[in-house]
Every structure is written in C-alpha cells, then in structure tokens.
C-alpha cells in the first residue's frame, strides 16, 4: 500500500494572529519557567504537563499547581466534563427559578421553591469545598493571589444567597433585591470564560468611561442652569420649572428622547433660542458621545493587546515547563509521550489526528520533538486536516490499469448543481417568487381566505429539491461550509412546512412570513456581499458572548426593577401622562414580572421614548427613581454597547484584511506558505489504529 498525504490548513484567525506574533521572540522576552515550582507526578508525567497546558488555556497562574493527592483528585473532578455540564445546568436553573418566584410569570408553590433553592445552595458549598480542596485548604483558597479574590467573592456571594433565602423563608412580603447576585454562579465557570471575559473588558472601559461621563455630567448641568435663566420665566414651559426640571430635560435631550419637544415652546418665544439646543446637542450628542465611543475603542483594542501578549508568554511558559516534564532524562519528546500528553490534555482527539500533529510539528523528521518544535503545538491544534486527493498514488499497491476514471452520474450532477447556469436559474427562481410575494401582498386582505397558490407550491417544490439535491451530491459537511446555505436550509423548511404541512391555517400563513427573506440569497450575488457573511459568521459566536453579557446585566437591573416598581407602573392612568390613557397600553412597560422587566429595559435601550416609561414609574414612586433608569442608560449605552461597536470595527476590519489578502494573493487558504503536506506510511497508520505508538518513535 503506497504513502497517505494528507494537506494542512490553519485556522483563519489563528493564522492571522500568529503570523504577526511569533516572528519576534528572542532570548530577552522568553519568560523563565524557573520561576514556577516545578511539581510533577512520576507516575504520570503526562497528567501533570497536560495541567500546567490547561491552565494556561484558563488563564490561570501556573504556580498554583496541584500537588498529587487530594489537590490533584479536586482539580481533576472540578474539570470534568460532565461535573462541569452539571455545575452550569445547577447555574442556570439558579437564574430560570426567577420564573417561578414572585412577582411570577407562572407561579409555583413557595415551598417547592425552597426546597429548589436549598439544593442549589448546597451544591454551590460543595463546589467551595472542591475548590477550597483543590488549593490546599480554605485558608489558601482565600488569601491567594488572584484566587483569593474569587474565593472571597463566592464565599460573599453564597453567603448572600444563603441569607436571601432565609429572609424569603421568614418573611412573607419580602422583596428578594439580593437576586441580583446569582449571575456570579455563573460566571465563576470555565464553561462561560468567554462570557466573563467579555464583562471584564467591559469593567475595564468603566474607568475611561467614567472620566468622559464626568465632562458630559458637567456639560450636561451647564447647560441645565443656563436655560433654567434663560427660560424658566416663560409661563407655557415645562422643561424648565426649576432646576431639577431643567437637568432632568437637558440629560432627556442628550439622548434625542424629547427633541425637538423641549426646543419649540422657546422656539417660539424667539427664533434665536435654537441656537442654544443647537450648540447643546453639537458639543453633547456629536462630539463628546462620539469621543466616549474613540476612548473606548482606544481602551479596547489596549486591553486585547495587553491580554494577547499576556496569554501567548502565559502559554510559552506552560509549553516549556510541560516539555521539561515529559523530557527529563530524554533525547527529545517522543511520539509515545506525546500521544500520552495528548490523552490528558485533549482527550476528544482521534488518534489520526494525533499523529498528524506530532508529523506536522516534527521539522527535522526524526520522529524526536525538539522544545522549538513543541512550542509550536497551540498553532498546530488549530488546523484542520483532509486527504490530499491530488497526490499520486504510486507505490506498490497502486491499481493497475490507466490512471483515467470516467466521471460517473454522480459527478455529473454535482458538477450541473455547482455551475453557473444552475445558480443563474436558481437566482431566477428566487426573482419570480419574490414578485410573486409582492403581488400576493398587494391584493392582500384580511378578510381573504387564506390559501396555497399552485405558483407558490411550485416555488417551494423547486427549493426543497434545490436543498435535497445539494445535501446528496454535496454531503452536508461541504454544503454547510458555505454560511449562506444555512439561511437557504432554513427558509426553505419553513416554507415548506407552512405550504405543505399547514395548508390554510392561521400559523401556516404566519409562518409564509419568512419568505421575504429568501431576498438576501440574492447579495450572494456580489463578492464583496459574500465577504461580510463571512467575517459575520466569523464574529458570530463572539456576539453571542456579548448578548448573554448584556442579559446578565439585564438580569441585575430587572431583579432592582421588580424590587422597586412591581406592581406600580401597571396601574397608571391618564394623571401619570397622556402616554398612559386608556388604549395607549404604556402600562405593560413594566416590572411584575421578569418577562415585563426583560422587554421594558430593551425599550430602555432603543431610547425612543424612554423618558415616557420613566415618568410613569417616577410618578408612581419618587424623584430618586429616574436615578435608576439614568443609570441604566450611561451602563448600556454609553459602555456595554460602545463596548460591542469597538469589538465589531477591531473583528471586521481583522477578518475583512485577511479576506482582502486571498483576494489579492489568489490563495483560497488564507495565506501564502500556511498549506503543508504531511505524508504518512501504511506502516504509521496502522501503528496509530492500533495505538501503538511506542513503534512510531523508534
């Protein structure tokens, strides 16, 4: 049987950032592993470097090494996979019980809640008790640099819950505030690292923040006193009463909430009074809120500097101290010790993928890792692997006969379903339905029975065979590696199951309104259209960290929210505002419940109009609650949305330059010199199936 090639390819954003990183490493920016206590199981070598490699994956500090024993025992069950999947699901269920607690969206018996509640509370102390296990004792869980503050944390915050509870179970009308702790249960996790990297960076841009917030605060009262002199006399205003009126409207105007509302009474006065809102909203709205978002991109890209540098020497120092382990008294780091490594510290990966790996690192051929080579293994786990088809298969098991295979009806019809003229008839297709929907719209009425036209049949037989063909002749794996082709799978379901499976019903003609968005199959169309969905692809699951980043805020700001205003808001009449008379239906803006809460500060976000709900719930309390709802705004709009803007300019403009460069260079994989070949022997192969790996570094 003749030699297997396979081609190598890395990671798109990995390569990106190695390629600018690791040409400058010389001796006087090495770290030292000698600064780390070097602890290590003689037994089993391999467990401890695959720690020290961990640990450095989670950022945490190598020189709190478990010592073999119960150390070791508590580290290996607190990362378990499943010990881990049931510590989030126990978090989760934490979070959902305010579902079921008053103010309820669907009630449940107090004390079943309870009792709920004491079994997450004691398995948040056992979870201390690993910990505290896992660093020796309590003492060293508490005082240790960086993990004494997490530890201090969650014991603060268990104990917060703990008395919550208590107070809950005493307390018939007790309104549960201290809820607003239980994110932090988790965010302790490593499931959710990325989620609590984010809300770091987020702290991290409070301090800058802050100082420009102090500016616009100042601009803000400025201008408050000002117009109280200028207009407060005039008898038809309301803006500008007193002071509290005139700060109160000034800071609405700085979101754009009630303008040009408070301007048209003075306006009217005299034309020359636009002039101060004008200037107002230049120096407020246009210039420092747009220098608040230049300073927290500025912080942004520092701090994923700082960390970069600070992850990539954090990982170097773990390489050097593992390949220190798996060396001592060796020429060399082995196949066999590496398969041994990797069984700890990657145990997902087949044992083909293994050896490639180890073949990809090896640069000398000699079957001996060096540490120059090793250093290597954080980039070469990042590639993805498939065979070289293009390479000849010439060796002594090669098929007789000539090389030429006729393309069999296979082939054919893959190659019809990926030409140009079947994507023309497609675009087409899609065309025609479009302004099919257009005119079924047009002659659209309430009244009109709801039907499946044979035109609108035809148009979802002709993409569900579009989707089945390409799922057969493609295999989902290649037609899932285009992003578009999910959103055709999904449109394409949809419709289909509205036509087919709900013909005339009233969900099946809610459901026909997807279509509409078969119009963007049409940006395929344009490269440069292509290109976006892909950098949006890319920065995808990024988002998702920064959406459940923004949940938990709001989480924190709905349990203060239904502490404060439940039961308030809801009964509004028209005393409240004109926003509130009978029909309006402003009283839903409220916080009874966490569902209420949750679509309220999403309105507070949006701005338009937030100053309405404000009043309202000020109405109902006090003056010291617009404290609450200003707050909220400067938290999510000026820091955690300026936050995600600064993270989606840095990731498109990082994930568009390397699309760029394929397109200048002509190179589908990336860039330049990142495709390798790696050969293996039929010898090799079957070594590595049978996991033998001793014989592969001889």
């Not at 090495?30 to 602890?39: F, W, Y």
Request: proline share 4%.
């Amino acid at each position: 049987m003749g030699d297997t090639a396979y081609e190598l390819f890395r990671d798109e954003q990995a390569a990106a950032g190695s390629s600018s990183h690791t040409s400058s490493h010389d001796s006087s920016t090495k770290p030292k592993s000698g600064d780390v206590n070097l602890l290590y199981d003689s037994d089993d070598p391999a467990l401890d470097a695959a720690i020290y490699l961990f640990d450095a994956d989670r950022n945490n500090r190598l020189y709190h090494h478990p010592k073999p024993g119960p150390q070791r025992d508590a580290y290996i069950l607190l990362h378990r996979t499943w010990f881990s999947r049931i510590d989030l699901c126990m978090g989760l269920i934490f979070l959902l019980l305010v579902i079921f607690e008053k103010p309820a969206v669907v009630a449940a018996p107090k004390a079943v809640l309870l009792c709920i509640e004491a079994v997450l509370l004691l398995w948040q102390c056992y979870v201390v008790y690993l910990s505290a296990k896992r660093f020796g004792s309590l003492h060293n869980y508490l005082t240790l640099d960086k993990v004494g503050l997490m530890g201090r944390t969650q014991l603060a915050v268990l104990f917060l819950a703990t008395l919550d509870w208590l107070l809950y179970a005493a307390i018939p009308k007790y309104r549960r505030v201290l809820r607003l702790f239980r994110p932090f249960f988790i965010l302790r996790m490593n499931n959710v690292s990325g989620v609590r990297r984010v809300l770091r960076q987020i702290a991290g841009s409070v301090k800058p923040v802050l100082e420009m917030l102090v500016l616009l605060m100042i601009q803000v009262a400025a201008f408050s006193i000002a117009g109280l002199f200028l207009f407060g006399d005039q008898a038809d205003t309301a803006y500008f009463n007193t002071l509290n009126t005139s700060f109160v409207s000034m800071f609405i105007t700085m979101t754009t909430s009630n303008f040009p509302d408070v301007m048209m009474t003075a306006y009217n006065h005299s034309r020359f009074a636009c002039l101060f809102f004008i200037l107002y909203l230049c120096v407020g709205l246009y210039f420092f809120q747009t220098l608040t978002l230049a300073v927290v991109y500025q912080s942004f890209t520092t701090q994923g500097q700082a960390k970069f540098k600070r992850l990539f020497y954090l990982k170097r120092e773990a390489l050097q101290i593992a390949y220190t382990i798996m060396t001592r008294g060796k020429d060399g780091l082995g196949m066999d010790d590496f398969a041994a490594l990797m069984k700890h510290y990657r145990p997902e990966m087949q044992r083909k993928h293994v050896l490639l790996v180890f073949k990809s690192l090896d640069s000398a051929g000699s079957s001996r890792l060096s540490l120059r080579d090793f250093l290597g293994l954080p980039e070469a786990l990042v590639l993805w692997w498939r065979k070289d088809s293009s390479s000849s298969n010439t060796g002594a098991g090669a098929p007789p006969g000539n090389a030429y295979e006729a393309p069999t009806l296979t082939d054919k019809m893959r190659a019809a379903v990926e030409s140009r003229w079947y994507e023309a008839l497609l675009l087409c297709v899609i065309v025609a339905s479009l302004i099919f929907l257009l005119v079924e719209a047009l002659r659209f009425s309430p009244d009109r029975v709801t039907s499946v036209s044979y035109p609108q049949l035809f148009f979802t037989c002709f993409f569900v065979f579009d989707v089945c063909a390409k799922l057969f002749l493609l295999r989902p794996k290649m037609y899932f590696a285009d992003p578009w082709n999910y959103v055709d799978c999904f449109l394409t379901a949809v419709s289909a199951m509205s036509d087919l499976v709900l013909i005339g019903s009233s969900l099946g003609h809610r459901l026909a309104a997807v279509r509409p968005l078969r119009a963007f199959r049409l940006l395929k169309v344009r490269a440069r259209y292509r290109d976006l969905m892909i950098a949006v692809v890319h920065i995808l699951p990024h988002l998702i960290r920064f959406g459940a980043a923004l949940m938990l805020v709001y989480y924190v700001f709905s349990i203060v929210g239904m502490a404060w205003f439940y039961n308030t808001v809801s009964h509004c009449t028209a005393e409240c505002g004109p926003e509130y008379v009978p029909g309006s239906y402003y009283q839903l803006n409220s916080f009874d419940d966490i569902f209420f809460s949750y679509v309220t500060l999403f309105e507070l976000m949006v701005v338009n109009n937030w100053y309405n709900t404000m009043d309202g719930h000020v109405f109902m309390t006090s003056e010291v609650a617009r404290g609450f709802f200003m707050i909220f705004y400067l938290v999510t709009v000026l820091v955690v949305l300026n936050v995600v803007i600064a993270f989606v300019v840095e990731a498109m403009q990082s994930a568009m330059s390397v699309l760029q460069l394929r397109h200048d260079t002509g190179v589908l994989d990336l860039c330049p010199g990142l495709t390798r070949s790696v050969r293996v022997t039929a010898a090799e192969l079957r070594a590595c199936d049978a996991g033998n790996f001793a014989s592969l570094s001889s």
